[in-house]
């Protein structure tokens, strides 16, 4: 029964194969007879992070729903202590592997939208998590700044790489909330070919990492932030010109200067008429015929692909404003890690379908496909056929322009942040007869 118990049709993706594999590579590989093999816990953490809302046995109820009556009903369930030692026996490594080994670009050459000019179109951002407010947690992670001292909940920090026409996150690393997304943009680097085009905004274009990435042989193009001194070396018939990026550590010795080309463009905003956003983007494609500046600075907009990638990570996966459950540190790179290997088997499934269609995988609906993926693990394997035709159901229309201004629905409530001392406070009892002293009406 352990050995049927899988995802449904995500095991496509992370079929037991390359679970026993990465299993091994990280040696997790229980040494006697458990009721909860690290195989099947790494299945498990995968539901869990599909089924966000949903308990631990809850979550295992549903990964062996798919099973034949007679078996489910001779299934000997583990409780919820011995499921949360089994996922502490796994750690997090076999999950960081199973992402590192299953998850690549999915696009094809002739995939919509996905290309430019030959170049694989991708988007680096960054984002956090909260995770549960335990000590362990708040020592190994952090907590942001706040107008009231310090945030509620322990940070998770993540910063990922992700094709710009699938929205599939193919490259990610995690750190304290501390740690910034330059630091950990650093480990991406292997994931970088020279077939790429990377979009990033302002908050990385810094010299080492910059340089880095192109080292890669990938081309570059990354807004700058307005305070950056970038001298005019040449002009080029499309308005853009030729400068460069020195380190801050570099500026007299100059000994690792890096060529690049500057492109200064503003973008009117309809809703302001009198105002207008300006933008500077650095790119390592020098060459104008190859790339024109209008076609670089329309091409930037494809960044915003991973804003969409991550509302459907953080809002429809996990659920609005959820907390990760785990109570320790590696728990919560095991789930974070998780969370990631789902969204991308999705996006997987998801994509597949609208090549073999010939549609742009963005009218297909990411919600639609994740109440589908859900569905399948009640079925056990399923059937990827049926499966797809549910995702082509019900196209979405086609992509409108959007507006999403920096605003907030709900105000700060004028409560104090609940803080670890909370917990512990007085507890009420009950008030004895004598307490209780009944007025008389005036």
């Not at 990610?172 to 020279?194: C, F, H, N």
């Not at 880095?212 to 010109?241: H, I």
Request: net charge positive; glycine share 6%.
């Amino acid at each position: 029964m352990r050995d049927r118990i899988a995802l449904g049709v995500l095991t496509a993706t992370y079929p037991q194969g390359l679970v026993d594999k990465v299993i091994e590579s990280t040696g997790k590989r229980e040494l006697r007879y458990r009721l909860l093999p690290a195989r099947m816990v790494v299945y498990y953490v995968l539901a869990m992070t599909l089924f966000q809302e949903a308990g631990y046995e809850e979550v295992l109820r549903e990964l062996t729903e798919g099973l034949l009556g007679r078996a489910r009903n001779a299934l000997q369930r583990p409780s919820s202590v011995a499921i949360s030692k089994a996922r502490a026996r796994l750690g997090s490594a076999p999950l960081k592997a199973l992402f590192t080994a299953a998850c690549v670009p999915l696009a094809q050459l002739d995939s919509r939208g996905a290309f430019y000019r030959g170049w694989r179109v991708v988007s680096m951002d960054g984002t956090t998590l909260d995770t549960a407010d335990t000590a362990d947690n708040a020592q190994t992670f952090g907590r942001p700044g706040s107008s009231r001292g310090e945030s509620a909940f322990p940070q998770l920090r993540i910063v990922a790489l992700a094709e710009s026409g699938t929205k599939a996150i193919f490259a990610a690393a995690m750190g304290a909330y501390g740690t910034g997304e330059p630091t950990l943009a650093r480990q991406l680097v292997a994931a970088i070919d020279p077939g790429m085009l990377i979009l990033a905004d302002r908050g990385f274009t810094a010299h080492p990492l910059f340089s880095a990435m192109a080292g890669t042989g990938a081309q570059l193009c990354w807004r700058a932030k307005a305070n950056a001194v970038m001298p005019v070396l040449e002009r080029y018939p499309d308005g853009s010109f030729r400068s460069e990026l020195v380190a801050s550590s570099d500026k007299r010795r100059r000994q690792n200067v890096l060529t690049v080309r500057v492109i200064e463009y503003s973008v009117e905003d309809p809703g302001r008429p009198q105002a207008e956003s300006v933008y500077r983007l650095v790119t390592t494609i020098l060459d104008p015929k190859m790339a024109p500046a209008h076609e670089l600075a329309a091409l930037y907009s494809e960044r915003w692909e991973f804003e969409s990638a991550l509302d459907e990570l953080k809002t429809h996966q996990r659920g609005p404003r959820v907390v990760l459950r785990s109570k320790t540190s590696d728990g919560v790179y095991q789930e974070a890690w998780g969370m990631l290997c789902v969204h991308y088997a999705i996006r997987a499934l998801l994509c597949q379908a609208a090549h073999n269609s010939d549609i742009d995988p963005d009218r297909v609906s990411f919600t639609r496909s994740l109440r589908a993926a859900r569905r399948s693990i009640r079925r056990s394997v399923g059937d990827q056929v049926s499966l797809a035709a549910d995702f082509l159901q019900e196209l979405l229309p086609r992509r409108r322009l959007r507006a999403n201004p920096r605003v907030v629905r709900r105000k700060m409530p004028s409560f104090s942040v609940r803080r670890p001392e909370h917990r512990h406070g007085p507890q009420p009892t009950l008030p004895t007869p004598a307490a209780i002293r009944i007025l008389s009406p005036p």
